[in-house]
Protein backbone atom coordinates (compact mmCIF):
# COMPACT_ATOMS: atom_id res chain seq x y z
CA UNK A 1 0.00 0.00 0.00
CA UNK A 2 1.24 3.76 -1.22
CA UNK A 3 -0.88 5.89 -1.42
CA UNK A 4 -0.93 10.23 -1.16
CA UNK A 5 -3.27 12.39 -0.83
CA UNK A 6 -2.95 16.64 -0.21
CA UNK A 7 -2.70 16.22 3.20
CA UNK A 8 -1.43 12.80 4.01
CA UNK A 9 1.43 9.84 3.13
CA UNK A 10 0.50 6.43 3.67
CA UNK A 11 2.63 3.56 3.24
CA UNK A 12 3.30 -0.33 4.41
CA UNK A 13 6.93 -1.32 5.67
CA UNK A 14 6.41 -4.92 4.74
CA UNK A 15 7.74 -7.51 7.41
CA UNK A 16 9.97 -5.48 9.72
CA UNK A 17 11.14 -8.68 11.38
CA UNK A 18 12.79 -9.35 7.94
CA UNK A 19 14.20 -6.05 7.62
CA UNK A 20 15.44 -5.28 11.26
CA UNK A 21 14.91 -1.55 10.75
CA UNK A 22 12.89 0.83 9.28
CA UNK A 23 12.87 4.74 9.19
CA UNK A 24 10.29 6.87 8.04
CA UNK A 25 11.16 9.81 7.59
CA UNK A 26 11.64 10.15 3.68
CA UNK A 27 9.33 7.44 3.19
CA UNK A 28 6.75 9.49 4.58
CA UNK A 29 8.13 12.88 4.01
CA UNK A 30 8.54 14.05 7.96
CA UNK A 31 8.51 17.59 8.44
CA UNK A 32 8.52 17.55 12.28
CA UNK A 33 9.69 14.09 13.45
CA UNK A 34 11.74 10.54 12.72
CA UNK A 35 10.35 7.89 13.69
CA UNK A 36 11.90 4.26 13.15
CA UNK A 37 10.69 1.03 14.09
CA UNK A 38 13.09 -1.81 14.78
CA UNK A 39 13.48 -5.16 15.55
CA UNK A 40 16.18 -6.82 17.57
CA UNK A 41 16.92 -10.75 17.27
CA UNK A 42 17.63 -12.53 20.56
CA UNK A 43 20.46 -11.39 22.64
CA UNK A 44 21.36 -8.86 19.94
CA UNK A 45 22.36 -5.01 20.99
CA UNK A 46 22.55 -1.74 19.37
CA UNK A 47 26.12 -1.68 19.06
CA UNK A 48 27.29 1.59 20.22
CA UNK A 49 26.03 4.35 23.00
CA UNK A 50 24.41 7.48 21.03
CA UNK A 51 23.08 11.13 22.09
CA UNK A 52 21.78 13.88 19.84
CA UNK A 53 22.71 17.16 19.73
CA UNK A 54 18.90 18.18 19.37
CA UNK A 55 16.57 15.80 19.46
CA UNK A 56 15.05 13.65 22.26
CA UNK A 57 13.47 10.20 21.35
CA UNK A 58 10.55 8.29 22.59
CA UNK A 59 11.15 4.76 22.65
CA UNK A 60 8.05 2.36 22.70
CA UNK A 61 8.46 -1.28 23.28
CA UNK A 62 5.52 -3.19 21.36
CA UNK A 63 7.15 -6.79 21.51
CA UNK A 64 9.59 -8.71 23.92
CA UNK A 65 11.47 -7.59 26.28
CA UNK A 66 15.68 -6.53 26.46
CA UNK A 67 17.47 -3.54 28.85
CA UNK A 68 17.93 -0.18 28.41
CA UNK A 69 20.78 2.12 29.21
CA UNK A 70 20.80 5.43 29.73
CA UNK A 71 23.99 7.66 31.35
CA UNK A 72 24.89 4.03 32.74
CA UNK A 73 21.79 3.85 34.26
CA UNK A 74 20.33 -0.27 33.16
CA UNK A 75 17.10 -0.88 33.87
CA UNK A 76 14.96 -3.51 32.05
CA UNK A 77 11.78 -2.84 29.13
CA UNK A 78 9.29 -5.01 28.00
CA UNK A 79 6.26 -4.86 25.94
CA UNK A 80 4.28 -1.67 26.93
CA UNK A 81 7.45 0.08 28.72
CA UNK A 82 8.05 3.80 27.02
CA UNK A 83 10.88 5.32 27.62
CA UNK A 84 12.29 9.26 26.28
CA UNK A 85 15.38 10.42 27.16
CA UNK A 86 16.87 13.80 26.93
CA UNK A 87 19.52 14.54 23.96
CA UNK A 88 22.40 14.01 25.72
CA UNK A 89 21.18 11.30 27.35
CA UNK A 90 24.40 8.25 26.52
CA UNK A 91 21.62 5.86 25.51
CA UNK A 92 21.62 1.72 24.28
CA UNK A 93 18.93 -1.20 23.63
CA UNK A 94 19.67 -4.91 23.98
CA UNK A 95 17.43 -7.77 23.16
CA UNK A 96 16.97 -10.65 26.05
CA UNK A 97 19.04 -13.37 25.35
CA UNK A 98 15.52 -15.40 24.86
CA UNK A 99 13.49 -13.20 22.88
CA UNK A 100 13.47 -10.37 20.30
CA UNK A 101 12.42 -6.73 21.02
CA UNK A 102 10.42 -4.87 18.65
CA UNK A 103 10.23 -1.39 19.49
CA UNK A 104 9.16 2.26 17.67
CA UNK A 105 11.66 5.34 18.43
CA UNK A 106 10.45 8.51 17.81
CA UNK A 107 12.86 11.81 17.68
CA UNK A 108 11.43 14.95 17.77
CA UNK A 109 13.67 18.35 18.49
CA UNK A 110 13.45 18.89 22.47
CA UNK A 111 11.42 21.85 24.01
CA UNK A 112 9.77 22.45 20.09
CA UNK A 113 6.53 21.28 21.00
CA UNK A 114 4.03 24.37 21.54
CA UNK A 115 0.87 22.35 21.19
CA UNK A 116 -0.66 18.96 21.38
CA UNK A 117 -3.82 16.86 21.16
CA UNK A 118 -5.80 18.90 23.52
CA UNK A 119 -4.68 22.03 22.40
CA UNK A 120 -4.31 21.55 18.69
CA UNK A 121 -7.01 18.83 17.64
CA UNK A 122 -9.86 20.27 15.98
CA UNK A 123 -13.17 17.98 15.78
CA UNK A 124 -14.68 18.16 12.47
CA UNK A 125 -18.63 17.91 11.76
CA UNK A 126 -17.80 15.74 9.12
CA UNK A 127 -18.33 11.87 8.86
CA UNK A 128 -15.68 9.24 7.82
CA UNK A 129 -16.74 7.32 5.11
CA UNK A 130 -17.69 3.97 6.89
CA UNK A 131 -19.61 5.91 9.61
CA UNK A 132 -22.32 7.13 6.62
CA UNK A 133 -22.67 4.25 5.04
CA UNK A 134 -23.62 2.47 8.29
CA UNK A 135 -26.36 5.33 8.95
CA UNK A 136 -24.52 6.45 12.12
Not at 8 to 13: D, E, R
Not at 18 to 38: D, F, M, P, Q, Y
Amino acid sequence: MNTTGKHYKATSIGDIQAKGRVTLHNELALTGSELSINELPPGVSVPFLHSHKRNEEVYLVVKGKGRFQVDGDEFEVAEGSVVRVDPAGARCITADSQSPIRYICIQTEAKSLVQFTESDGVILEAKPTWMKQAGA
